[in-house]
């Protein structure tokens, strides 16, 4: 069924065995022969990670705190989001990048075995961030039912179903979490939990500082705690995506900002549901020591 007013939803097409939305797929070649510069950073997620707020501590770190500065453009200008392409009205990461220079921040949903070459060659700062499966799936489900460039995520049960099975944008959660996790040490990539950055937002917005060879004053460091909180982001106009128009994003169907909270998983899976869940996880997780919490 398609909402009022809405866009025909993209399907997804395969990359290596990874569904990604056929716009990409399609312009698979110049994505993966993209090549950084060695000062670029990328923020690599599996969407709904908390890949926004990520991007917005980093701006804000690079501009010492500076509010005024993260707000001269939209979210998704100021760090180019490396695979996208048109149509979608998000501009092209490609074409972004083209016209910025180096130091750039670029951000990617790509697996770790599709993302370009080039970032490994150069040795370029990578920040992953993971979420617990169960919240990044709620999250996920609530996001495609709003963004008409995804498949229809159809009723709770399949989509839990298609998650599990890896059968979403950008593929298996369990791939990808596992993915970077296993190359974090030899690629000197900093793997961040979202359930970190809600337990205690300071200490995780330090630690990305360190990484990225920063050091700010307690005050600037504390100021870029608030201007990141999940209150004040909804209602920033550059991070909160109503600068995409509601044919694409519906924001009254689920808004971007949506509860941004841990746990929320609890209010979607039934008890049969979480077990079959839990099952499934630790088949696929297997000999896996990511240290992942559903709740705090
Ligand atoms: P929910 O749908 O659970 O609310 P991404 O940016 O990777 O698309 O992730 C979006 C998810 O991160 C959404 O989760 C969103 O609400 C949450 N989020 C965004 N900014 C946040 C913040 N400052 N604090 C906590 N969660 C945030």
Redesign the pocket.
């Known amino acids: 069924r398609r909402a009022q007013g809405s866009m025909e939803r993209f399907p997804l097409k395969n990359v290596n065995g990874v569904p990604l939305m056929c716009y990409i797929a399609d312009n698979w070649d110049s994505i993966s022969a993209f090549c950084p510069d060695p000062s670029d950073l990328l923020i690599a ?1 599996y ?10 501590i980093v701006d804000l770190l690079l501009n010492n705190g500076d509010a005024e500065a993260c707000k001269r453009a939209p979210i998704v200008e100021r760090i180019p989001f490396l695979e996208i392409c048109s149509p979608p009205p998000i501009p092209s990461g490609l074409d972004l990048l083209k016209k910025m220079s180096p130091p750039r921040v670029i951000k990617t949903h790509l697996p770790f075995q599709l993302v370009p070459e080039g970032f490994w060659k150069n040795k370029c700062k990578v920040i992953y ?1 993971a ?1 617990n499966a169960k ?1 990044n799936l ?2 996920y489900y ?2 495609d039912r709003m963004n008409f460039t995804q498949p229809e995520p159809g009723p709770w049960e399949e989509y839990l179903n298609k998650f599990m099975k890896g059968e979403v944008g950008w593929g298996s959660w369990y791939d990808h979490v596992k993915g970077y996790w296993r190359e974090r040490e030899k690629r000197n990539i900093l793997y961040l939990f ?1 359930e970190d ?2 337990e205690n937002p300071r200490r995780e917005v330090e630690r990305i500082m360190r990484y990225l060879g920063l050091s700010l004053s307690d005050d600037v460091i504390e100021r870029i705690v608030q201007l ?3 209150k ?3 209602d920033n106009p550059m ?1 909160n995506y109503t600068f995409i128009p509601d044919f694409v994003f519906d924001q009254s169907i ?1 808004p ?6 841990l746990g ?1 998983w609890t209010n979607h899976f039934t008890p049969a549901q979480s077990q079959l869940f839990d099952e499934d996880y630790a088949r696929q997780m297997k000999g896996e020591d990511i240290p992942f919490r559903t709740n705090i």
């Open positions: 997620t969407p709904k990670a908390g890949t926004t707020w990520t991007q917005e961030v979420r919240d709620v999250s609530h996001f979202y950055m809600k990141t909180s999940f004040i982001m909804k991070v689920s971007f900002m949506r509860k941004g909270q929320d």
